[in-house]
């Protein structure tokens, strides 16, 4: 069975996103991440991605003996059956054997397809950039007011606060922190139903999800985040490290910052097979996320037990965390530590809301 694209051709096949790999400083390591997946993928490749064989599991063996009517090859079932991803569409379609490539390979072309198909939107990472630039220089001179008049607001000098700033501008679209990563395509794919596709596919669901993520997440760093932050770093004063053990243990905690943030907005995806609509449920992922993760000030500003609780919740591992362990506020073993724990405890919680979905499913459309 073969799905027909729905969203035009392959990123790969339009010259048109060359410039802004190059702009984004980003298509060496997606053509890297590609070679060694060995699959043409769509810009979309989430959405394109469909199952073919017979009955989407079997892939029959071809019989000498003639075809059928309708032109077909008659021929045996496999025993053991062999389930085949497809990706792109027409001459540039090619398959994938799940059961030769294993389960690695298998999500590593699921998040090159992600990080494809957001490097295929230009004028959007462009837009992204001039914005994040204009709201960091507005939030830079506002927070130097306020530690002129606050000095060591939260254990930090004003340079670290101006680092927090570009920092938080830099991963405001890496980690989603207002939304609009995997979790609005799931929902959508749960209220029309399209789910059910996703649920057949002999692939892991919160796997899936997570590499499609991880992908953007990639794509939205490199494009999106780090021109903001040399902006800021040549123009304003920051406290940055350097030496490379702290830029190292920074890059960790941004991985595990992603996985919590996919994590945390899984969650909210997965109301959606009981809500049936994810407006309400993204308009409270929104405000959260943007209040709890440090986005309007650094959590270690917020006083008495309100500030000890902001501090403990799993948003803080977002923003908080990777800037103290850059500007060497807290330890890098106990941001991983802290950052582990929520993302073990968040997956574990979306795979039981998953498996509770998944025996009752409920979904429009379908």
């Not at 035009?8 to 096949?13: E, L, P």
């Not at 400083?25 to 590609?34: C, E």
């Not at 769509?42 to 075809?67: M, Q």
Request: net charge positive.
């Amino acid at each position: 069975m073969c799905a027909r694209a729905r969203y035009g051709r392959a990123q790969g096949d339009t010259p048109k996103t060359r410039p802004l790999a190059r702009f984004a400083l980003a298509g060496t390591a997606a053509t890297l991440l590609a070679l060694a997946t060995g699959a043409s993928t769509h810009a979309d490749g989430l959405d394109r991605t469909v199952w073919t064989g017979a009955d989407l599991n079997v892939t029959p063996h071809d019989d000498p003996g003639g075809t059928d009517r309708r032109g077909k090859i008659r021929g045996t079932p496999d025993p053991r059956p062999t389930r085949l991803l497809r990706f792109g569409a027409g001459a540039a379609r090619r398959a994938v054997d799940v059961g030769s490539v294993g389960s690695g390979r298998l999500y590593a072309a699921v998040a090159a397809g992600g990080f494809r198909r957001y490097a295929t939107y230009r004028a959007a990472t462009l837009a992204g950039v001039f914005t994040n630039t204009v709201f960091g220089v507005i939030l830079v001179y506002t927070y130097m007011a306020l530690w002129d008049e606050k000095p060591h607001l939260g254990g930090y000098d004003q340079a670290q606060a101006v680092t927090y700033v570009w920092l938080g501008q830099c991963l405001y679209a890496t980690l989603a922190i207002q939304g609009g990563g995997a979790e609005k395509d799931l929902m959508e794919r749960i209220r029309t139903g399209e789910i059910a596709v996703d649920l057949y596919r002999p692939a892991d669901l919160q796997l899936w999800w997570l590499a499609g993520d991880v992908g953007r997440a990639l794509f939205q760093m490199l494009g999106r985040g780090v021109i903001p932050f040399a902006f800021g770093a040549v123009f304003f004063p920051m406290a940055l490290p350097t030496s490379v053990a702290p830029w190292a243990a920074f890059a960790v905690t941004l991985l595990l910052a992603t996985v919590v943030s996919f994590a945390i907005r899984y969650l909210a995806a997965l109301s959606v097979f009981w809500l049936m609509d994810g407006m309400g449920v993204s308009q409270a992922l929104m405000v959260a996320g943007v209040f709890f993760s440090g986005m309007v000030l650094p959590l270690n500003a917020f006083p008495g037990a309100f500030g000890e609780v902001v501090r403990v919740l799993p948003w803080a591992a977002q923003i908080q965390m990777p800037a103290d362990v850059l500007m060497g506020e807290t330890g890098p073993l106990r941001a991983f530590a802290f950052q582990a724990a929520w993302a073990v405890a968040l997956l574990a919680a979306g795979r039981l809301l998953q498996s509770a979905a998944t025996r009752r499913v409920v979904v429009q459309g379908g």
